[in-house]
Structures are given as C-alpha cells and as structure tokens.
C-alpha cells in the first residue's frame, strides 16, 4: 500500500536498525537452519516474506532484496521497473512522469538512504534482477550469503 510503503522510507533509520537486528538473529539461528533442508524452509519462509514485505514495502519478491540500499523504497514499484534511478522523467514536484500522482520511487529512495546510517549504499549500481530469482526468499539468500562469509555453508543434503 503506498501510504505504508512511504512510511517506511520516512522511518528508514529504524526499518534499518530492525533489519540488522533481523539479520543478526537469522545469523545466531543459522546452525539450527542448517538442520532443516533449504527447500523445506523456502516456501513457509517466503510466504512470511512475501505478506510482511508485501504489507510494508510493497514488495514483489524478486529475490533479490536491495531495500537496505535503496533507502527503504522498493525499486520494483517504479513502473519503470529501474534498477537504477531515477529517469530523467521525474515531475518538478518530485513525482513520477509514467503516474502522476505517485512520488517517484527513486526520488523516494534517495531521501529514505539519507536518514540511514549506511547512506552511501544507494551509490552502488545495483545489477538487474535475476527473473529465474522471482517468488523466491530473499531473507534465506542473504542469511545463506551472511553464513557463508563466516565459512559455513547453509545447504543440508534432503
Ligand atoms: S519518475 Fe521515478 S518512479 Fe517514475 S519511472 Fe522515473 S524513476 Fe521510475
């Protein structure tokens, strides 16, 4: 819903904060995740995603989460479908060109990415999405991701 979704670029810092602490927790839980086989916890998971992202964010699974670099505001809702943005379209008003009603998506994530601590991220080209990544949890690739960086790997055999 926009209304929620332009609440959460306002309250960037604390989604933020949230986040990491989400994080942290799935990184502490990850030797227990690691007893449960990866597809068995990717569609219970992803349905949680999909209604808490869906509800706050107006998320669209693509699977490849970037809210934390893009101020909080999901780049999938621009009709442009921008990775990377804005277009030279937006209005004066800092609306988009393609819906005038609507504040440009990009706009909105370069104001959410000044109120974070990490306000540098949005700096970085984000690559385009994966389509085959669609639907599926961002939440397990990025806790997989965090764990294997420490050295442990996330896949447990069926
Ligand atoms: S104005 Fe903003 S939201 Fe609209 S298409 Fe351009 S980048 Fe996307």
């Known amino acids: 819903m926009r209304a929620v979704r332009l609440w959460s670029v306002r309250h960037s810092r604390f989604l933020e904060t949230a986040y990491d602490a989400f994080s942290s927790l799935l990184g502490i839980l990850s030797p ?3 007893l449960v086989p990866r597809r068995a916890m990717e569609y219970p998971v992803a349905a949680i995603e999909r209604a808490a992202k869906g509800l706050v964010f107006d998320c669209h699974m693509c699977g490849q989460c970037v809210l934390s670099r893009t101020g909080m505001a999901c780049p999938m809702n621009c009709p442009k479908n921008l990775r990377n943005g804005p277009c030279g379209g937006v209005r004066a008003n800092g609306n988009c060109e393609v819906e005038p009603n609507m504040p440009c998506v990009w706009v909105q994530a370069w104001s ?10 949005i700096m970085n080209v984000q690559k385009p999405v994966d389509q085959s990544l669609r639907e599926t949890s961002s939440w397990l690739r990025v806790t997989a991701q965090a764990a294997a960086d420490r050295g442990v790997s996330m896949e447990k055999s069926a």
């Open 32 to 34: 227990l995740l690691r």
């Open 112 to 121: 959410g990415s000044q109120r974070m601590r990490d306000n540098d991220a």
